[in-house]
């Protein structure tokens, strides 16, 4: 079988451990090609830049055989970027992470490194985001990497069904823990309940710092919440048709002229 | 029955012509409360502020009896900070708009506007994202109004299914082309084909812009882009469990260990 051409993206920008990571693991699937932010863009969710110019450089970073290129815009600007500008054919693959922290449940839509996975899809290309429970810098990806090679090796060889894209979380657990295994999940039902620090600057005035605290309200067991706490590696298969099927009927007994 | 306490928001900023007529008409259903962007945040999707600080400030800008609230961050910024915030009690219903342009079928994810009224929903908020299909900053709002209005009144009377939104497009018709009613819709499927259009800076380096076409794919009738091609305002319930329900089985067999 031909190398498969593999397209590396992540929110935390060109540098970080995960990304730099990643690249290393990837690298023994296929030809590389690398195409992101060259700052960090956490909590970018899907956005993408429509305002303003892009940039976008070739950069070699380390001595990996693979390409790199360091990207001024949002995830999913280095991937539409990759896929219709810089990349002569499609990718075979597209992975997104190593992600500091997680993306389970809720956090998908916030995420800029599963953003960046679901517009692979949109383009037709099976895409994986990866993410670590560990917002350390230096956090350690070595029992992650078992994981990430075993559900790489499973989408190249059973490909992918066309719109979706997984979303892989892997527990943070002490030494003596091991990981269970992956388990295949929904996402849970579970949301940030927000506060705002108010802060006023050297200049008298005020302004907020984002902080809150995550809470599930999902008792459900085949949730990615309830396969991270239990040790498992939780696989949510993501697809981005958001429509509320169940509530179209009595809307259109409400709304509709006809 | 008590006026409605209605939080108002968009992408476009606060000045913008779309949200100025949204709170001239919110003003006739409850009392108005504006948190919005200080400058245009359009295609900032579902994208929150995590890594910088937030500016809010109470400021006037017309003679209505709202009260308004600059702020810089994202659209998602600030429902966030309205609710958990600035507002004394939890809004009786979140509009987002009027958008400058469409928001139906992909559009819902990067759309700032729709990612604001989702996030209310998230919060347990009512919320309705309005949308015209006109990107001139001079649009004509005047029979986007009467549907507008009809949603809205439709909204208050009836509530809203926890956990779902609504994404109301309306089209841009010629004079004598009248909108013919309602429809409520599934989101298309559709996709941007994108281009970027490379240029070279004045100090020689090279940059790009997003550039793309609209293609829909979708040959249903009972889509949004089918309703506005239709003359329909298009309706489409929107949640935001992205799982791929039906792709779990065959992941399970693939990748699960038990």
């Known amino acids: 079988?031909?190398?498969?051409?593999?397209?590396?993206?992540?929110?935390?920008?060109?540098?970080?451990?995960?990304?730099?990571?990643?690249?290393?693991?990837?690298?023994?699937?296929?030809?590389?090609?690398?195409?992101?932010?060259?700052?960090?863009?956490s909590g970018m969710g899907h956005a993408i830049t429509i305002d303003s110019i892009l940039r976008c450089d070739k950069i070699v970073v380390d001595k990996g055989p693979q390409k790199e290129y360091a990207c001024s815009g949002t995830p999913v600007d280095c991937v539409k970027l990759a896929v219709n500008q810089l990349l002569e054919k499609k990718p075979d693959l597209c992975v997104s992470g190593i992600n500091h922290g997680s993306n389970s449940s809720i956090n998908v839509i916030y995420s800029g490194t599963m953003s960046a996975a679901v517009?692979?899809?949109?383009?037709?290309?099976?895409?994986?985001?990866?993410?670590?429970?560990?917002?350390?810098?230096?956090?350690?990806?070595?029992?992650?990497?078992?994981?990430?090679?075993?559900?790489?090796?499973?989408?190249?060889?059973?490909?992918?069904?066309?719109?979706?894209?997984?979303?892989?979380?892997?527990?943070?657990?002490?030494?003596d823990e091991p990981i269970k295994g992956i388990k295949v999940c929904r996402q849970a039902n579970a949301n940030w309940e927000e506060e705002f620090e108010q802060r006023v600057d050297p200049k008298g005035r005020t302004y907020y710092w984002l902080t809150g605290k995550f809470v599930n309200y999902d008792k459900g067991t085949d949730t990615d919440?309830?396969?991270?706490?239990?040790?498992?590696?939780?696989?949510?298969?993501?697809?981005?048709?958001?429509?509320?099927?169940?509530?179209?009927?009595?809307l259109n007994k409400i709304l509709s002229d006809e």
């Open 1 to 41: 079988m031909k190398r498969p051409l593999i397209l590396v993206t992540n929110d935390d920008g060109i540098s970080a451990s995960g990304i730099r990571n990643l690249i290393r693991i990837m690298n023994d699937f296929g030809d590389v090609v690398v195409v992101a932010p060259d700052e960090p863009q």
């Open 119 to 175: 517009e692979a899809a949109l383009e037709g290309i099976p895409s994986i985001g990866f993410s670590l429970l560990d917002y350390a810098h230096v956090a350690d990806f070595s029992e992650a990497e078992i994981y990430i090679r075993k559900v790489t090796q499973s989408v190249l060889e059973n490909g992918m069904e066309k719109g979706v894209c997984l979303n892989v979380n892997i527990p943070k657990l002490k030494e």
């Open 225 to 250: 919440e309830w396969a991270l706490a239990n040790h498992y590696v939780s696989v949510v298969p993501v697809q981005f048709d958001v429509t509320a099927y169940p509530a179209i009927s009595a």
